[in-house]
């Protein structure tokens, strides 16, 4: 049994965000992350709106963290799953496939999955032309066209990001406009590669081993048509990853995401969530960051008691 002061659950944006500042704080801080350090920042095809960084990849400012990170002198464990959190009385105590860790303060930022369309052929193209990830799975697809499904920032980075790397994008949205920023949708217009079908759903995928077309459906017009495509990126959403913290009794509101108050705190004292778990309505690489750093001073007041906060 290790003992730490705070022990942070994810290294995305805010979960690296707090361990540099509960570690500057002078706390013992780990960092328990399940996939590689980074979060879904890494997933980015490139972030303009990150101040300080005009045109970055998004694998390029999540490794900055990570290095700056442990340049502080964090503890972060890659691939290690947390499977229990025992989260109420003092000791708070997080239990892993590999060991069990006790700790004064939790910080809770676990991130989010991508969300599935559910039709059929998705789950069974998987991997063989059906993607989530655009930066990971485009360059597979040089000189092909591939369907991107979505209509807010993260399908509109897609089909930018594609277009430089596939040979033609068709982008599909169930509405009759994106919500994505302004300045994503002028630069797609400009993109003489992309098309758009909007008011268009994707009803399935098919293939044989691989992806080699979809069936569309014009919801106005109610027609539908198949179009061959090489491969799917869909981009349309997240859902939290809360379950943990939800079985040790997180509150969290009707779409699962955790409750927090502007400290980042949660219903359990010395519980903090930060990033895009909670319920904060702005989902960004830099408003992550700011929760996490919220949540580690909390933190720091919480174990510490400093005379500046009594
Ligand atoms: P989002 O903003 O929630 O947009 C999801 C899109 O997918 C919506 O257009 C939605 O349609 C559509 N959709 C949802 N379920 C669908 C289904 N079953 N079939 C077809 N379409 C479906 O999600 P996001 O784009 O992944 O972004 C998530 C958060 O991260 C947002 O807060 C976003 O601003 C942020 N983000 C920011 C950036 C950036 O600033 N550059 C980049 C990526 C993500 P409706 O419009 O009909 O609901």
């Known amino acids: 049994m290790e003992n730490w002061d705070l022990i942070i659950i994810g290294a995305g944006a805010a979960g690296l965000s707090a361990g540099i500042y509960a570690t500057r704080s002078g706390l013992k801080t780990l960092i328990i992350e399940e996939k590689l350090a980074g979060g879904t920042t890494s997933d980015a095809p490139?972030?303009?709106?990150?101040?300080g960084f005009a045109h970055i990849a998004g694998g390029e400012l999540a490794q900055n963290m990570v290095l700056h990170c442990?340049?502080?002198?964090?503890?972060i464990h890659e691939l290690e799953t947390v499977s229990a959190l025992k989260l109420d009385g003092e000791e708070k105590t997080v239990t892993t496939h590999?060991?069990?860790?006790?700790?004064?303060?939790?910080?809770?930022?676990?991130?989010?999955?991508?969300?599935e369309l559910g039709v059929p052929g998705e789950k069974e193209f998987r991997g063989k032309g059906v993607s989530y990830c655009a930066v990971c799975d485009g360059p597979f697809f040089k000189g092909k066209r591939v369907l991107v499904v979505g209509g807010g920032n993260s399908a509109a980075t897609a089909?930018?990001?594609?277009?430089?790397v596939v040979g033609e994008v068709v982008a599909v949205h169930r509405r009759h406009a994106?919500?994505?920023?302004?300045?994503?949708?002028?630069?797609?217009?400009?993109?003489?590669?992309?098309?758009?079908?909007?008011?268009?759903?994707?009803?399935?995928?098919?293939?044989?081993?691989?992806?080699n077309k979809v069936v569309l459906l014009d919801n106005k017009s109610g027609e539908t048509r198949e179009l061959d495509v090489s491969a799917v990126f869909v981009q349309?959403?997240?859902?939290?990853?809360?379950?943990?913290?939800?079985?040790?009794?997180?509150?969290v509101n009707e779409h699962g995401y955790i409750k927090i108050d502007i400290y980042q705190k949660t219903n359990l004292p010395g519980v903090?969530?930060?990033?895009?778990?909670?319920n904060h309505p702005v989902k960004q690489v830099g408003t992550a960051v700011g929760q996490g750093i919220t949540a580690a001073?909390?933190?720091?007041?919480?174990i510490k008691q400093p005379y500046y906060r009594k």
Do not use: C
């Open 46 to 51: 490139v972030v303009e709106n990150y101040p």
């Open 70 to 75: 442990r340049k502080t002198g964090v503890t």
């Open 98 to 115: 590999k060991g069990e860790y006790t700790a004064k303060a939790v910080i809770i930022a676990t991130g989010s999955h991508y969300r």
């Open 159 to 164: 089909i930018l990001y594609l277009s430089g």
């Open 178 to 211: 994106f919500r994505a920023e302004e300045a994503l949708m002028k630069d797609i217009a400009s993109k003489t590669n992309v098309q758009v079908f909007l008011n268009t759903e994707i009803k399935e995928v098919k293939g044989e081993k691989l992806v």
């Open 236 to 251: 349309v959403g997240e859902d939290p990853n809360s379950q943990i913290a939800r079985e040790a009794g997180v509150e």
């Open 272 to 278: 903090y969530a930060a990033g895009d778990v909670t």
């Open 297 to 302: 001073l909390e933190a720091y007041a919480y």
